[in-house]
């Protein structure tokens, strides 16, 4: 038999059924083949364990052609590590397009 384990309990859970914030928020409508580039992008951020400590890396991807066309790594997950993948993307987008 498994006891249950007593702990602070979440009072925002969702009712029963219903679904999870992130999927309400789908704003491109799960369409991960855009017919043009440069017009859809999509991100992740990813941990690593190194000889320094643990290392993160967020990346964002143009949904189009597929490519990392942003990236930061740091040894932290605050919010800037992903602002300097999205300034990285901006940056190379306007690179391209001069």
Same mark, same amino acid.
């Given at each position: 038999?498994? $006891? @249950?384990?007593?702990?602070?309990?979440?009072?925002?859970? *969702?009712?029963? =059924? !219903?679904?999870?914030?992130?999927? *309400?928020?789908?704003?491109?409508g799960?369409?991960? @083949?855009?017919?043009?580039l440069?017009?859809?992008?999509?991100?992740?951020?990813?941990?690593?364990?190194? =000889?320094? =400590?643990?290392?993160?890396?967020?990346?964002?991807?143009?949904? =189009? !052609?597929?490519?990392?066309?942003g990236? $930061?790594? $740091?040894?932290h997950?605050?919010?800037?590590?992903?602002?300097?993948a999205?300034?990285? $993307?901006?940056? @190379?987008?306007?690179?391209?397009?001069?």
């Amino acid at each position: 038999m498994l $006891a @249950q384990a007593s702990g602070p309990t979440d009072e925002r859970a *969702e009712p029963a =059924g !219903s679904a999870p914030p992130a999927l *309400e928020a789908d704003l491109i409508g799960r369409h991960f @083949q855009p017919a043009e580039l440069d017009v859809c992008r999509a991100g992740d951020i990813t941990s690593g364990w190194t =000889g320094e =400590g643990w290392r993160y890396l967020a990346s964002v991807i143009d949904l =189009g !052609s597929r490519r990392v066309v942003g990236w $930061a790594m $740091a040894d932290h997950l605050r919010a800037e590590l992903v602002w300097d993948a999205l300034r990285m $993307a901006i940056n @190379q987008r306007r690179r391209s397009a001069a």
